[in-house]
């Protein structure tokens, strides 16, 4: 079965630094373009980043300017997030999904279950 | 990137059908057929609902059905089912080649 495991979220103070991470298993991980999709409890979903097959290239939400690096490391079927110089607002769950994609585009066809993030003093 | 415009919520008698519109730009929407829907219940991941507009994942019930005029989107709920409570969101890519999710609807059944 498909499942992508978000990990590493938790207290942090703002200002500082948190990397999420998101292992996945069964399925072929390098054949995937994956994202990071975010959602303030209570709120709606925004969505943050993705990474293409070999991580050679990367997009972002213009809200984040520049404070998220999204990587991935093929040979660990894992994602990652660097999330630096944090604020009160980046308080949300992070979820990490696949874009399927085969002979057609299936949208984000599988989700982690969520890691939560919270900034505060 | 501003969020796709979604009503807040709808709602409807188990049986009736309820429509969900996302309105967009031609920046997002009314440029790519890559608009899908999510259902979220509460606490619970997204789940997907309908892909390139208007297709069907395998074991989502054909009660479901997308559609897509110019810059806005709509999901389709027929035969609603107290299941289909929870909240639904649509995607659309962007011409930043980003994302944009809606604001959400959150679906009552009556």
């Known amino acids: 079965d498909v499942q992508l495991v978000e990990s590493g979220g938790g207290l942090v103070q703002p200002g500082g630094s948190l990397r999420l991470s998101c292992a996945a298993s069964?399925?072929?991980?390098?054949?995937?373009?994956i994202h990071w999709v975010r959602q303030v409890p209570g709120k709606g979903l925004e969505w943050v980043s993705r990474i293409n097959l070999d991580g050679s290239s990367t997009t972002y939400a213009d809200s984040l300017k520049g404070r998220f690096t999204i990587s991935r490391d093929n040979a660990k079927n894992a994602l990652y997030l660097q999330m630096n110089s944090l604020r009160a607002d980046d308080t949300a769950v992070y979820f990490c999904?696949?874009?399927?994609?085969?002979?057609?585009?299936?949208?984000?066809?599988?989700w982690g279950q969520g890691a939560l993030v919270t900034v505060s003093s | 990137q501003s969020a796709l415009t979604q009503p807040p919520s709808v709602s409807g008698s188990p049986g009736q059908s309820v429509t969900i519109s996302c309105t967009g730009t031609?920046?997002?929407?009314?440029?790519?057929?890559?608009v899908s829907w999510y259902k979220q219940p509460p606490g619970t991941a997204p789940k997907v609902m309908i892909f390139e507009v208007s297709n069907r994942p395998s074991g989502v019930p054909d009660r479901f059905s997308g559609s897509k005029s110019g810059n806005t989107a709509s999901l389709t709920i027929s035969g609603l089912q107290a299941e289909d409570e929870a909240d639904y969101y649509c995607?659309?890519?962007?011409?930043?080649?980003?994302?944009?999710f809606g604001t959400g609807t959150k679906v009552t059944v009556l």
């Open positions: 031609r920046s997002d929407v009314g440029s790519y057929n890559r």
């Open positions: 995607c659309s890519f962007t011409t930043s080649s980003t994302y944009v």
């Open positions: 069964g399925f072929a991980f390098s054949g995937y373009w």
């Open positions: 999904a696949r874009e399927g994609y085969s002979d057609s585009w299936y949208g984000f066809d599988f």
